[in-house]
């Protein structure tokens, strides 16, 4: 099975509210990204988070990561139509090792 | 920010036939270069990890002589997929670190091609 698993699949919600989504994982990390992906195109990095930090926050993105319960959330606040995309959690075992995604949590922003 | 160029978006060939995709760093050299394959609504799946001036390490059921990977220089790595049949048919994705510092663990992606195989 895929390192990491994200939840909801599939996500929709009004312009101004916040969408949450959540990635577990299996094996101990070195960091985990979060990447977003509009449909049919490739993919854009969101943020990084190492696995020594627990919280970080890039404009309206905050990223948590508990390593105890191996998971990790994106929150994305006052959400925009434009934030409609498919958001993907990565894990790195190691710094500089390949990454493994996640099945990917898709967000649609009703205007 | 670093650039990723993929080409061609999107291809469609006859089965039998050979397709050969190209990703490019534009901006910034890339001695590791990343191939992955999307299904509709899926994840991305790892296909092989291309190193510049060695050969490729392939993920396990990845077929090396089914998806030939030459990553010949710091800025270009191809995927050729070898006689094509509809079961090839997917969104094919390329990535690139750049350069070969430890901190740089993010990637940069190219905008990806869809494989058509008829």
């Known amino acids: 099975s895929q390192q990491g698993e994200e939840d909801p699949q599939a996500l929709s919600i009004q312009e101004g509210e916040n969408a949450t989504m959540n990635c577990s994982y299996k094996?101990?990390?070195?960091?985990l990204q979060w990447y977003r992906q509009n449909s049919g195109r490739g993919l854009v990095h969101l943020i990084l988070?190492?696995?020594?930090?627990r919280e970080k926050h890039s404009g309206r993105l905050r990223v948590t990561l508990d390593t105890s319960k191996k998971s990790s959330s994106l929150l994305i606040t006052a959400s925009r139509a434009a934030d409609t995309a498919s958001y993907f959690c990565?894990?790195?075992?190691?710094?500089?090792?390949?990454?493994?995604f996640g099945g990917g949590t898709r967000v649609l922003v009703k205007p | 920010g670093a650039v990723v160029s993929q080409h061609p978006s999107w291809v469609i060939c006859k089965s039998g036939t050979s397709v050969k995709i190209e990703c490019r760093s534009l901006?910034?050299?890339?001695?590791?270069m990343f191939w992955y394959r999307q299904f509709p609504k899926q994840s991305l799946m790892l296909m092989a990890t291309?190193?510049?001036?060695?050969?490729?390490?392939?993920e396990q059921g990845v077929e090396k002589d089914k998806f030939l990977i030459n990553h010949a220089s710091l800025t270009l790595s191809t995927l050729t997929v070898t006689s094509a049949h509809p079961e090839d048919s997917s969104f094919y994705i390329c990535?690139?670190?750049?350069?070969?510092?430890?901190?740089?663990?993010?990637?940069?992606f190219g905008s990806g091609t869809q494989l058509s195989v008829l």
């Open positions: 990535s690139a670190r750049e350069g070969t510092l430890r901190s740089n663990e993010k990637l940069f």
């Open positions: 094996t101990s990390i070195n960091n």
């Open positions: 988070i190492r696995s020594n930090e």
């Open positions: 990565a894990t790195g075992k190691a710094a500089g090792n390949k990454l493994t």
């Open positions: 901006d910034f050299q890339a001695t590791t």
């Open positions: 291309s190193n510049e001036g060695s050969k490729a390490t392939y």
